[in-house]
């Protein structure tokens, strides 16, 4: 019986470039994109068989945060008093999807810098192909890192359960219903940090 080779697994829908790592250019993004939203539609549609294909593509249908904002809409078009105990604004969500992409982007960076197993032929999370001596290229980390710790330590600052809010909503994208309040609270000071504060509650 053949042993299981060692290390992450290659990726062989992927689009490569001469040297073998993972493309990164726009248009391999943009067929990453579109097949990872067929892939999302065909597992929303498996786990809920009365939604149109339409439906299924919908972010509100794949992502909590967006979720939580549209039945936020509609509840406040019913009715605005009761819809304040389940707010989630669209600062609200314009936080979170910040926070996301800024966690993806410090992922990348600490992911970048990790030593590569000699069996590992997909390439390091993140990794661009860049030199990562490139002053630019250091700079740019260097403030990604230096972003990431500060929304990191707003986040702490918002109360005891605001990085497990984060952790679990936000980035694990888990309907965690107990945790929305503080999720709002850890998301409200994100948008202080960030100067995103209009619709804060």
């Known amino acids: ?60 249908y794949g992502s909590v945060i967006e979720r939580w904002h549209q039945e936020w809409l509609r509840m406040m078009k019913k009715n605005p008093d009761k819809a304040h ?13 910040r926070f996301q992409e800024l966690h993806r982007r410090w992922l990348a960076v600490i992911g970048a810098r990790g030593q590569r197993s000699a069996t590992d032929f997909g390439g390091v999370g993140g990794y661009d192909g860049s030199d990562p001596f490139e002053q630019s290229r250091a700079e740019r980390d260097a403030n990604i890192e230096a972003d990431f710790k500060a929304a990191r330590t707003a986040i702490l600052e918002s109360g005891p359960f605001g990085m497990m809010a984060v952790e679990a909503i936000v980035i694990e994208n888990q309907p965690v219903e107990s945790l929305r309040g503080d999720l709002r609270l850890a998301l409200n000071r994100l948008a202080v940090l960030w100067k995103m504060m209009a619709d804060a509650a």
């Not at 105990?85 to 999807?97: G, I, L, P, R, V």
């Open 85 to 97: 105990d389940n707010m989630f604004s669209q600062m609200h969500k314009d936080a979170a999807e």
């Open 1 to 60: 019986m053949a042993r299981a080779k060692a290390g992450r697994k290659r990726d062989h829908s992927a689009m490569r470039t001469p040297s073998g790592q993972k493309s990164r250019s726009k248009e391999s993004l943009g067929l990453e994109a579109r097949l990872t939203l067929e892939a999302a539609t065909w597992k929303r549609r498996r786990d809920n068989p009365e939604l149109t294909i339409s439906e299924a593509r919908l972010p509100e």
